[in-house]
């Protein structure tokens, strides 16, 4: 019983990880390295994260600096920047790039919000879906009579009670991008 916990808690914590992933790649007119992290750069024929060949700082609230450790990336950099959907032109001086983040429209401001609600409710479901096949191997195992009924109906709460703090968590970490969104 408690294995069966600690498998779905660990499970609905990995969902709630990989939507606060997805929430720091939404560009929201503030300057963050979290933005880059979807990127890979060809690295002497190896797709690299612009993280692992390159140091990334914010200097003010809305600029990106990307200073490669080889010079002789830039230009594969640069063309990774460009090629990406993230909408933002680096300016190259020849030895850093310096990514200026536009401030989105309100029209952009409702779509990212509409993204970000969609991508939540995925998280939802996926948390959902480990609850019932949680609750499933609980019926099972008290189909086996491995457990009592008394203790599959108090792991079936106890399931419930960590399925409703994870959503809530969902719902907060929402909440949180949105202010952010619509606030900048």
Known sequence: MQALLKDLESRMSAAIEALAREFASVRTGRASAALLDVLRVDYYGTP?????MASISTPDARTLVIQPWEASQLKAVEKAIIASDLGVTPMNDGKILRLTMPSPTEERR????KTIHKMAEESRVAVRNVRREAN???????KDKKVSEDEERRGHDQIQKVTDRHVARVDELLKKKEQEILSF
């Open 48 to 52: 690299t994260p612009i993280n692992q």
């Open 136 to 142: 499933d191997r609980l019926r099972a195992m008290a």
């Open 110 to 113: 409702k779509q990212l919000v």
